[in-house]
T-cell receptor, first 112, second 115 residues
């Protein structure tokens, strides 16, 4: 089946850039997502990229997709303490329903 | 806007007890799903539904039942709770129509402890 992998933890200083990486195995992925989970809350979609795109920028967020290597990254510029959360990479397979596979999540700690 | 509502938020059960986690959405979404979140394992799909009257198994369905009698509601039943079912459970919904992005809308989660 599909597999999505992430490192479990990342620590950065406030003001620095954060880069969270993800690898996936499904070559038929249509959309790839980054979800954010704040403590005690559900997940919320942060950004997404369609599989035929290489890059997407949205304010402080930059998503890079290397489809050949099945590698997705999320860069957060000027990281703030409010960015501390768990970030989940996810991919949606091509198919008749919304099957989305999530990674293990990367806990981002921002040090003031 | 209510979105996806889960109840209860917290529950403690004894081994062998049964219970139902409730999930309701007010966005007229066709697709609804249940995930469990465990440390270091991310989110794993338990069951999902693509419309009223239609359900199917996900990655980890054993020990859980679901039903979908209405578009709005998708309850998750634990038939005989086991300590391995201690987890945080999330209900999520999505619009299944058209060329949408497949964004999942999540409830706030239900934290279940089985003693």
């Amino acid at each position: 089946g599909e597999d999505v992998e992430q490192s479990l933890f990342l620590s950065v200083r406030e003001g620095d850039s954060s880069v969270i990486n993800c690898t996936y195995t499904d070559s038929s992925s249509t959309y790839l997502y980054w979800y954010k989970q704040e403590p005690g809350a559900g997940l919320q979609l942060l950004t997404y990229i369609f599989s035929n795109m290489d890059m997407k920028q949205d304010q402080r967020l930059t998503v890079l997709l290397n489809k050949k290597d099945k590698h997705l990254s999320l860069r957060i510029a000027d990281t703030q303490t409010g960015d501390s959360a768990i970030y989940f990479c996810a991919e949606k397979s091509f198919g008749g329903y919304q099957k989305v596979t999530f990674g293990t999540g990367t806990k981002l700690q921002v040090i003031p | 806007n209510a979105g996806v509502t889960q109840t209860p938020k917290f529950q403690v059960l004894k081994t062998g007890q049964s219970m139902t986690l409730q999930c309701a959405q007010d966005m007229n979404h066709e697709y609804m799903s249940w995930y469990r979140q465990d440390p270091g394992m991310g989110l794993r799909l338990i069951h999902y539904s693509v419309g009223a009257g239609i359900t199917d198994q996900g990655e980890v369905p054993n020990g859980y039942n679901v039903s979908r009698s209405t578009t709005e509601d998708f309850p998750l039943r634990l038939l005989s709770a086991a300590p391995s079912q201690t987890s945080v459970y999330f209900c999520a919904s999505s619009s299944g129509t058209g060329t949408n992005t497949g964004e999942l809308f999540f409830g706030e989660g239900s934290r279940l402890t089985v003693l």
